[in-house]
């Protein structure tokens, strides 16, 4: 690999631009470390010619979020014939859906939190009514298709509508039901089971700040205190979702874990690689430096592509 040209590409215009930014840098640095040509570059409107320009072997992809998980940037890439990590459009596009993955979870009896689909166009009426109905108090409100926990918020009888009207830029987002319970992550490299970490945040929940500020002063556990069957448990879930959604190389699923099951929150086709980042940590618990990661991930795209 050290003979290849790679390009990363970071930034973006998505709400997890600064993440991302981080993320490629961190990657850049470990790869100049280690003697590899690399140019880092936005997906701006000349990315085409920045291809074009520094003819690259293998794409990084380290963006996150908006049009850069979700298929979108996935597509561009396709029509340039060059190998680019993580997954394809269309495993993409379904994982940064939450409604999609889902009804795939769902189908495949993997356990996740009940839902409803709440639409601002439509401004339907009687929602506390019909959350009352179908779930129950408290739930979670999120975007549709964001990451890193952007605009997720928990939400009770009182501050439902308030909190509602805090998206109504969104056309539309999940209402969830709250799963309580521990915060454990499960890791997948292409098809092995690479590890779980768990997370005890200081915050209400691990949301974005606790997620990317150290001063949120999440607690990481490595390893996680799971007897041997739920531990295999839990990693087959991880394993089974990465399959029936399509993924390739290395992804993360976040569960909550109560009253002894599981629940697939959802799952993340570009983990962050920064270093308050999780599957790094657990792949360096699994032996796997952070460089020998990062490769395996260009490895990946080039063989797979």
């Known amino acids: 690999m050290k003979k290849k040209k790679i390009l990363i590409l970071c930034g973006g215009i998505s709400k997890e631009r600064v993440i991302s930014l981080e993320t490629g840098k961190e990657v850049a640095r470990e790869l100049k470390n280690n003697n590899y040509k690399v140019v880092t570059c936005e997906p701006d409107n000349n990315l085409l010619k920045h291809i074009n320009s520094h003819k690259p072997d293998v794409i990084f992809n380290a963006l996150h979020g908006q049009f850069g998980e979700d298929g979108y940037i996935q597509t561009v890439l396709e029509t340039q ?50 959350i009352e109905t179908k779930l129950k108090f408290p739930v979670v409100i999120k975007p549709i298709n964001e990451g890193s926990s952007v605009h997720v918020y928990i939400c009770n009888k009182k501050n439902i509508l308030k909190n509602l009207k805090r998206l109504n830029f969104y056309k539309e987002i999940l209402i969830e039901e709250f799963i309580p319970g521990r915060e454990i992550q499960v890791a997948i490299m292409g098809e092995k089971k690479l590890g779980t970490i768990e997370l005890k945040p200081k915050r209400k929940f691990y949301d974005y700040e606790a997620k990317y500020n150290p001063k949120a002063k999440t607690q990481h556990i490595i390893p996680v205190d799971l007897n041997k069957k739920d531990l295999k448990k839990i990693t087959d879930i991880g394993l089974k979702a990465h399959k029936v959604i399509g993924c390739r190389g290395v992804t993360r699923s976040d569960f909550k874990f109560y009253n002894g099951k599981f629940y697939l929150l959802e799952i993340n086709t570009q983990p962050g690689m920064t270093k308050l980042s999780l599957v790094p940590e657990i792949a360096n618990y699994a032996g796997i430096n952070f460089i020998r990661l990062i490769e395996w991930i260009l490895k990946d795209a080039s063989i797979n592509r």
């Not at 940064?96 to 939190?113: A, G, Q, R, V």
């Open 81 to 130: 014939k060059i190998p680019y990590t993580h997954s394809g459009v269309i495993s993409s596009s379904i994982a940064m859906d939450k409604e999609i993955s889902k009804i795939i979870f769902i189908k495949n009896k993997i356990l996740t939190p009940k839902y409803i689909k709440f639409t601002y166009e439509k401004n339907e009426r009687n929602i506390i009514k019909k």
